[in-house]
């Protein structure tokens, strides 16, 4: 069992960025891919990034890519997400979700951990 834990969301205005940071215990000294969705609110949850274990492969939405970045520091079990030019269209609850092994998943299903999630709001 792997626990997630999200950090970093809050209020900012257009175009300005935030650091997100989901940190990882339990069995999490095993190979996990780890991903980023979001979800605002009377939408189906989306996914926005996602990083393998090695940190060699990133995935982006469209929607965010060359905006967002996704890394991690295995060492520390983090894994973080930079959002730079933010939108308000970018305000969702963003999730940080675990899979173990070497597959990218950017779909739900794919992920069987998740975090509670931290709230993102961009204001215009």
């Known amino acids: 069992q792997v626990q997630l834990v999200e950090s970093g969301g809050g209020l900012v205005q257009a175009g300005g960025s935030l650091r997100l940071s989901c940190t990882a215990s339990?069995?999490?000294?095993?190979?996990?891919?780890m991903g980023w969705f979001r979800q605002a609110p009377g939408k189906e949850r989306e996914f926005v990034a996602a990083?393998?274990?090695?940190?060699?492969?990133?995935y982006y939405a469209a929607s965010v890519k060359g905006r967002f970045t996704i890394s991690r520091d295995n060492a520390e079990n983090t894994v973080y997400l930079q959002m730079n030019s933010l939108l308000p269209e970018d305000t969702a609850a963003y999730y940080c979700?675990?899979?173990?092994?070497?597959?990218?998943?950017?779909?739900?299903?794919?992920?069987?951990?998740w975090g509670q999630g931290t709230q993102v709001t961009v204001s215009s």
């Open positions: 979700a675990a899979v173990r092994g070497l597959v990218v998943y950017r779909t739900t299903s794919g992920y069987p951990y």
């Open positions: 990083i393998s274990w090695s940190s060699e492969s990133t």
């Open positions: 339990g069995r999490a000294n095993s190979a996990y891919v």
